[in-house]
């Protein structure tokens, strides 16, 4: 019995090994500029429905949340089935991968979030800024198995990041397009990015 779970266990280390060596495939770009869709989508029906976000601060961030949830449930069910398509046996090893590479950011990012609700409310200026800070470290995260100009995305978000929070010191205010702008542009340079690097193949099949 232990040879044979000493088995498993290198074979998972191989597999785990090889995920790591490969470049992921997973990420499409439909999914990825649907995304901006989904914040260009979440910023006009805050500014038409929401008159001050800065005086309704949880209907704003509760927004934005269920935006994050359905933007990350587009870009799972893309993953899988193209890591599926793209990866064969490899594709629960690659997942697991991507989702391990991002998922400290986005996990400080819902912690941030309850802390600065529950302790500072009166900081919650500082989330949009601080969440498009958090998602760049999550981009350069995933660069070692993206291609490596997916880090001009991660350098867009990082410099949006610190221009919202310097834009947002001026008035402590809240607003649906310092949040929903960059994820745009965010998002549509990374569609584009994830397009041409894997254009030729998809076009393959």
């Known amino acids: 019995m232990r040879d044979l779970d000493k088995a498993l266990a290198d074979i998972i280390a191989i597999r785990s090994q090889l995920a790591a060596g490969t470049a992921f495939a997973g990420h499409g770009p439909a999914a990825i500029a649907a995304t901006a869709a989904v914040a260009l989508t979440t910023s006009v029906l805050q500014y038409v429905w929401l008159a001050d976000p800065t005086r309704h601060p949880l209907a704003f961030l509760f927004g934005w949340a269920l935006a994050a949830l359905l933007a990350s449930a587009m870009i799972l069910t893309e993953m899988i089935a193209r890591s599926r398509r793209h990866h064969s046996g490899l594709a629960d090893a690659m997942i697991h991968q ?63 990041g610190f221009t919202v929070l310097l834009i947002a010191s001026q008035s402590h205010a809240l607003s649906p397009w310092t949040m929903g702008l960059p994820f745009v542009i965010g998002q549509s340079l990374m569609a584009a990015i994830l397009h041409f690097a894997s254009g030729e193949s998809d076009a393959e099949e």
């Open 98 to 160: 991507a989702v391990e590479q991002f998922l400290p950011s986005a996990v400080a990012g819902v912690l941030l979030a309850g802390v600065l609700w529950k302790f500072a409310p009166q900081s919650l200026w500082l989330l949009p800024g601080l969440w498009q800070v958090l998602v760049s470290l999550g981009v350069f995260a995933s660069v070692r198995s993206l291609p490596r100009t997916v880090a001009f995305a991660g350098a867009w978000y990082f410099i949006a």
